[in-house]
């Protein structure tokens, strides 16, 4: 059976936290259209919270804590990546910026990635497309077309009832899935010595 | 094995006092731990370049040219020389004044320099710093190695039949290190030209400082200088020393925690434990820095940081006594056993005048050794009588730039 992993990335705060729930909800869908495809998944889901102090850390030495570094290789190294976060000031949460400012920015690279936020209300549903999208498209990462965004009411009844949150959810994780199924991102050899193939050791002149 | 110090040359408040020296006191300063280095029986002194406050050495020649005056035996360095924003031709000329006025007692290591403006500052983009090293550093080598020089490249105005002067004291230009911390491609260029390679080694975890290392070792050998046990490997390090442990965590930690680069962020303890800073007693010194071995393998230059984060004078003095008198007399006598014999010892000016000279007996005897080769008994049979005991281990061999293939890629 061919084994995909999938690595989910949550920047909710408290406990339980609607952010991780919807990363999850996220999760088990695409898991469950990978199946559907005959693919396994191994999932890895990381609260930012868990490394939040490690993260300001890397920002202010320039380098990760080994716990750290054992998340970003896990994040980087995945076939797919689920992000989400909760909306602060119209915007992603700083905690879940700066994770993504301490990762290399080559390090995302063509991964697929379904984007996902929370908040008390519907009227922020637009930073998933001014924030996050242009975040992760710098990154040339591959961001699918749907994005879930779960204000306070879609967990109860005020809900949308004719595009409904399983229903966004599940439409996000098939093209996700859809990415992932194809991508050989994890197996790929990352050698941080790789020099550009336009190197020379003595610059750009010729010695006359 | 050559041990010493490095100086940023910060001016940073010293956070116990809220005393914060002005300009020409640091600079005072920084003479006098350069002087006490050579007291305390260090090997090298080298001073940082920086072009913006808080930082103060912006002439690095000028304070080591001082010291050239004020000492007999320690090697002047530099950490780093901006081989970015300065001018190469500048370089090779003040370096080679420096080093006739220090009769031969002068060595740099170059880096490309972290601060943005700086690259604007002095004409150039931050983007290109790799091409600029690349390139500079090419021409500063044909400026030391070759008398008149035509050149034109992409970041400098053209030379025609340009020459540097002075020339380098006895035909043979200071050691040159290249620095870095994570840009496997300075690694790549001192591996290319036989030169030493230093790591930062302090501000980032060990693991990555051996593999820079190893990578470097391994390009030295693939450019033919030498086995890769044979490379130049010089390492920073970062100590604070008291007789019992505790106390010099406790009088260090408030310099740690509001320190440059590093302070307000991780703990003491976290930092200690994830790269080389080492905060205790002598014993412990000793045993971390024994350690560098392990990853780096035996190496060349061991440079400690020790006098930033707004350390008193007096505090700075005290730890060079016990550096020189309690940890690098062990040290030397440690890193000395089990060293293999053709590992090569630090660079100095010496070392490089024999290596010249042994170089130069060599093209002779092998013109001589053509010229006979006729008359040898067994040339016929196709034996040479080119005499090959060139003992490669005492330096490097320079490189003939125009002889190598530039369209090869680094692997």
Do not use: C
Not at chain 2, 79 to 100: G, Y
Not at chain 2, 197 to 209: R, Y
Not at chain 2, 388 to 405: F, G, H, L, M, R
């Amino acid at each position: 059976m061919t084994v995909r992993t999938l690595a989910v990335v949550s920047a909710g705060l408290s406990q339980p936290s609607s952010t991780r729930m919807l990363a999850d909800k996220l999760a088990a869908a695409t898991v469950s259209r990978l199946e559907e495809d005959g693919i396994e998944t191994q999932v890895q889901t990381f609260e930012l919270r868990d490394v939040a102090q490690d993260i300001m850390n890397n920002m202010l030495t320039g380098f990760p804590s080994p716990k750290l570094d054992s998340v970003i290789e896990a994040v980087t190294g995945a076939d797919g990546l689920i992000a989400v976060t909760p909306i602060f000031t119209t915007s992603y949460s700083g905690l879940f910026k700066s994770f993504f400012d301490v990762i290399d920015n080559r390090a995302l690279t063509e991964m697929p990635v379904v984007i996902g936020a929370t908040a008390g209300t519907a009227r922020h549903s637009l930073a998933l497309d001014y924030a996050l999208r242009p975040m992760f498209t710098y990154l040339h990462a591959v961001v699918v077309p749907t994005s879930v965004y779960a204000a306070s009411e879609d967990w109860g009844s005020g809900a949308d009832t004719v595009k409904t949150l399983p229903d966004r959810i599940d439409r996000a994780a098939g093209e996700l899935a859809a990415l992932v199924a194809r991508t050989d991102r994890s197996h790929l050899v990352q050698d941080p010595f790789a020099l550009d193939a336009s190197f020379s050791p003595t610059g750009g002149f010729q010695a006359q | 094995m050559q041990f010493g110090i490095f100086t940023v040359g910060d001016v940073t408040t010293d956070p116990t006092t809220g005393r914060t020296p002005v300009d020409a006191e640091r600079i005072k300063a920084m003479l006098t731990i350069g002087k006490h280095a050579e007291d305390v029986g260090l090997d090298v002194f080298a001073t940082g370049e920086h072009h913006n406050p808080p930082f103060v050495p912006s002439s690095p020649t000028t304070m080591l040219g001082y010291l050239a005056a004020q000492t007999s035996r320690i090697i002047l360095s530099t950490a780093t020389t901006l081989i970015t924003t300065s001018d190469p031709v500048k370089i090779a000329e003040d370096f080679a004044m420096l080093q006739v006025i220090a009769d031969g007692r002068v060595d740099l290591t170059l880096g490309r320099g972290n601060t943005g403006p700086v690259y604007p500052w002095f004409g150039q983009d931050i983007r290109q710093g790799i091409p600029l090293a690349l390139e500079n550093y090419a021409l500063l080598r044909r400026l030391w190695d070759e008398e008149v020089v035509d050149w034109s490249g992409e970041f400098r105005t053209p030379l025609q039949g340009f020459v540097s002067t002075p020339r380098p004291l006895d035909g043979v230009p200071p050691f040159v290190w290249h620095g870095s911390i994570r840009s496997p491609e300075i690694a790549e260029q001192a591996a290319f030209y036989g030169d030493g390679f230093f790591s930062n080694h302090i501000f980032w975890p060990a693991e990555h400082t051996a593999k820079m290392i190893a990578y470097y070792r391994q390009r030295f050998e693939h450019y033919g200088h030498g086995t890769a046990q044979q490379a130049i490997v010089g390492l920073g390090g970062q100590v604070f020393m008291r007789k019992n442990s505790q106390d010099a965590v406790n009088e260090f930690r408030p310099y740690f925690d509001n320190a440059p680069v590093y302070g307000h962020g991780p703990s003491l303890e976290d930092f200690t434990s994830q790269t080389p800073l080492t905060v205790g007693s002598p014993q412990e010194v000793i045993d971390r820095t024994l350690g560098f071995r392990d990853y780096a393998g035996d190496y060349q230059r061991q440079l400690w940081l020790m006098d930033h984060a707004g350390l008193p004078l007096k505090t700075v003095l005290e730890q060079l006594d016990i550096l020189g008198g309690d940890v690098v007399p062990v040290l030397r006598a440690e890193f000395a056993k089990d060293r293999p014999a053709d590992v090569p010892a630090g660079p100095t000016h010496e070392s490089l005048v024999a290596a010249a000279a042994v170089k130069a007996q060599a093209q002779t005897q092998t013109l001589a050794g053509r010229a006979t080769i006729k008359a040898a008994p067994g040339a016929a049979f196709g034996l040479s009588v080119v005499d090959q005991n060139v003992d490669p281990s005492v330096e490097p061999a320079p490189v003939d730039t125009t002889k190598i293939d530039t369209t090869q890629k680094g692997a």
